[in-house]
């Protein structure tokens, strides 16, 4: 019985989960209509008909508290609805005032999806955000210690509980949205897929974001032409020298940023939403006048 069940976690699904990685252009951080831009470019609203992952992957970039929700808040309400069919949204950063933030969000939306601290951290071992409860997640960690495909009878013998009680527990994930189910016949039993392990263990992926030539980044053209001088005089990358560029801004500006991000964050918590709709107004103001400003050049 052991065996069989085995078996059935290797081929529970019909093709391998579908990765879909992004790494959101670090110089477009303040403008929340270009992440909205990239955002749908990169995740057109369409179902693929395929389990898949989504990767977005924050490490390199210090993003706005505006510019965080623009980019994750509206992706994860679509996933949560089905637009994209089965899928799962991965948001990696190290970054612990974004991290404290975007459980935040999660919360506060009712939304599902997954943190990872570092691209080398295994899939399996992103951690869920959102209203789980303590019992929740000791059953999404005994579904991927059961390889991350299992039976309601294969939890229910994990945990040591009745079937009935493991049916509950399952189901309760499959409808926050942290598993996917997998309908069979009833001498099978329905299969609850961890689509994080499923991602790992068919496509060998790490979350990290796209390969592309190192010279390529999404950045003004007068910027990218001072950045690609400096390099040559330099004898050194373009990357490195947007990088350092990019280092030192975080620096010089990091203290009111992470203020900024922690003020958001607790009027979300706090369900402060008419200093929310301020905080968003001002910024409406800010892109219009700044957007004025372009058409009066």
């Known amino acids: 019985m052991l065996c069989m069940e085995t078996m059935v976690q290797t081929t529970v699904l019909d093709h391998p989960v579908i990765p879909r990685p992004w790494r959101p252009p670090t110089a477009v951080y303040p403008n929340r209509h270009e992440i909205a831009h990239n955002r749908n470019e990169s995740f057109p609203p369409t179902a693929s008909g395929r389990e898949q992952v989504f990767l977005i992957n924050l490490d390199g970039g210090f993003f706005s508290p505006g510019s965080l929700v623009e980019m994750i808040l509206p992706l994860a309400q679509a996933i949560r609805a089905g637009v994209y069919g089965p899928t799962a949204l991965v948001v990696i950063t190290s970054d612990d005032s974004t991290i404290e933030f975007l459980e935040a969000v999660a919360t506060r939306h009712d939304l599902c999806f997954f943190i990872s601290t570092s691209t080398n951290q295994p899939l399996s071992e992103a951690r869920p955000v959102g209203t789980l409860t303590a ?16 039976t309601s009878s294969r ?54 974001g796209p390969t592309t030539p190192e010279v390529e980044f999404d950045i003004p053209e007068d910027v990218r032409q001072g950045v690609l001088q400096i390099a040559a005089m330099q004898g050194s990358q373009p990357a490195e020298v947007l990088m350092r560029a990019w280092r030192e801004f975080m620096n010089r500006q990091r203290e ?42």
């Not at 003020?263 to 957007?291: Q, W």
Request: hydrophobic share 35%.
């Open 135 to 150: 019992m929740d997640a000791e059953t999404l960690a005994l579904v991927r210690q059961g390889g991350g495909e299992v």
């Open 155 to 208: 939890v229910a013998i994990l945990a040591g509980i009745e079937p009935n009680a493991a049916v509950n527990r399952v189901s309760s994930l499959v409808r926050k949205g942290y598993l996917h189910r997998v309908n069979r016949p009833r001498s099978e039993g329905d299969a609850f897929v961890d689509l994080l392990s499923a991602a790992e263990r068919t496509s060998n992926l790490k979350p990290s």
């Open 256 to 297: 009111f940023l992470e203020k900024d991000s922690k003020e958001v964050g607790r009027m979300i918590r706090e369900g402060d939403t008419d200093n929310l709709a301020k905080y968003a107004s001002r910024h409406a103001r800010e892109r219009a006048k700044e957007a004025s400003s372009r058409i009066r050049r």
